[in-house]
């Protein structure tokens, strides 16, 4: 699934590759159209789908998109906190690229849907982005 078929306020009509300055385009983008988006590595391989979108409510910055990795029909389901940073978005194949090996994410640190992790927690969001590559902001800080 992509943003563009989730879209039902017309928010992508004008053409959001090359963006005419016609609508908010791809740099700003609907939150719910971005759940159900696919997540693929730079290997053109599937990593699942973005579940939840997490924000931090004092900033107002998006802090992670939680994605879903590994299930069949809901069972065996893993979900995983990616920092935003760590997301690209394929604007030609509309989705999201997530530079981690498909290995590498079946090892990451996850969590399951009745046991969410404490994402406010300094030292688990460090490990987080320590774990993706991305460089930890504390979000309550303008940088």
Not at 21 to 38: E, Q, S, W, Y
């Amino acid at each position: 699934m992509n943003y563009e078929t989730r879209d039902t306020y017309g928010i992508y009509k004008t053409n959001v590759v090359h963006h005419d300055g016609n609508g908010p385009g791809p740099r700003l983008m609907g939150a719910d159209t971005l759940i159900g988006n696919d997540v693929y590595n730079r290997a053109d391989q599937d990593l699942g789908d973005i579940k939840e979108i997490m924000l931090d409510v004092a900033s107002g910055k998006v802090a992670y998109a939680v994605l879903s990795f590994g299930s069949f029909l809901g069972f065996g389901e893993k979900l995983f906190a990616v920092p935003w940073q760590a997301l690209q978005l394929d604007t030609v194949n509309k989705r999201f690229i997530l530079d981690i090996d498909k290995s590498r994410l079946e090892n990451a640190p996850g969590f399951d849907k009745d046991d969410w992790p404490d994402m406010a927690d300094e030292t688990w969001a460090r490990s987080i982005h320590n774990y993706y590559g991305s460089q930890y902001r504390d979000l309550n800080i303008n940088n």
